[in-house]
């Protein structure tokens, strides 16, 4: 371990005598499996497997509870590090600690791997999906797996919860997807869920968000190695993975930010001299963007980031025709926290659950962050509200 990333100067000699727990939290990805799982579409998956982390401790009333969702590209790595010398901790580890907002020396925190899991080629990911494979024929899923939704990664997190002897959330909270999969907790499981916290998300789909997802889809299907879905591995649709991947992070970030990078970064210029000379070479910030795709596009599959944008696109809290009679049978109190500059899923989402809430007489509190990072400002600048998230687990 690098204790120069814990202490500074003085402090380096006495740290030699402290345990490295004490500077990062170490965290141990566990596999829950199941069998004949029924979808809320009503098809059977016959194996199903999830990876799983928690931190803190379960008290003996298994009454500490908090369960966080992850969000779209994300994985139950919400907090801490598999070693000491990963090069980043989970994605909430700002606010999952000891003494952080979401306190792991007072609460259980437990996150989960998603069905369908685009980070399938991720060591530390366990999930089952289009790439998993079919008992029934020896060769992947593709695109005859059932189609997944916010439900159903809900009813998987419920036997995992219930497989510990859990039956109640102190709190559930998640961002973006996760926000989707709280909500649906809270309107589908009232009795289990005492507080529910949304970070830039949404109730439901709605049609400009539906026709939005799609086109994260679309490059995946034109790119000529998909096949309809039918590929190896080793022969994967990479080049349209990238380009979705591609769009999924511009729109989740801001103009804002991509014109700072541009300027600080990459010296971007409108007439750079290569896209000038030569149709095939690219400006600095679409290389930039494109690099960062791929190397992210090496450990997921693009069958799979079909699989979460129709779960998404599929989403309605309650999974009911009426969401207003969903949002009726809610109990928790509720904490909305979107982005002001959200260009993904907007903030006009989470004010309008906000009111539908009010107007059934429910706790709810709406607080929306400011910053530059736009939809991402619920992953990596999640830690401004922190004092927020922690005043709401206390009440």
Known sequence: MKLKSCVKGFFVFAMLFVTSAQCQQLVEKRVFSTKNFVTYGGKTIADVSVGWESYGKLNQDKSNVILITHYFTGTSHAAGKYQHDDVAAGYWDAIIGPGKAIDTDRFFVISIDSLANINVYDPNVTTTGPASINPDTGKPYGLTFPVV??????????????????????????????????????????????RMISVIG???????????????????????KWNDGNYSSVNAPLDGLTASLMLITQNALTPEFFNQIGKEQLDYNAL????????NTHHSIVEWLRSRAASRAKTMDANSLLYLVRACQLFLA???????SAIAKVTAKS?????????????YHA????????????????????????????VSGVSQHAKHIEAFLQE
């Open 272 to 279: 750079e001299t290569g896209p000038l000379n030569d149709i």
């Open 149 to 194: 939704t916010i439900r159903d990664f809900v009813n998987v997190q419920k036997l995992v919860l219930e497989s510990l002897g859990i039956t109640n959330l102190y709190a559930v909270a998640g961002p973006s997807m996760g926000s989707m999969q709280a909500i649906d907790w809270a309107v589908t499981y009232p009795n289990w869920v005492e």
């Open 351 to 378: 004010r309008a659950t906000h009111q539908k809430f009010i107007a059934h007489k429910k706790v709810s509190t709406i607080i929306e962050y400011e910053g530059p990072l736009g939809h991402l400002e619920g």
């Open 202 to 224: 949404s109730s439901e789909s709605d049609a400009w968000t539906t026709a939005f997802l799609e086109h994260w889809a679309t490059p995946i299907k034109l790119d000529s």
């Open 335 to 347: 904490l909305f926290l979107p982005a002001s500059k959200d260009l993904l899923l907007m903030p």
């Open 318 to 324: 309650g999974h009911q025709n009426d969401i207003n």
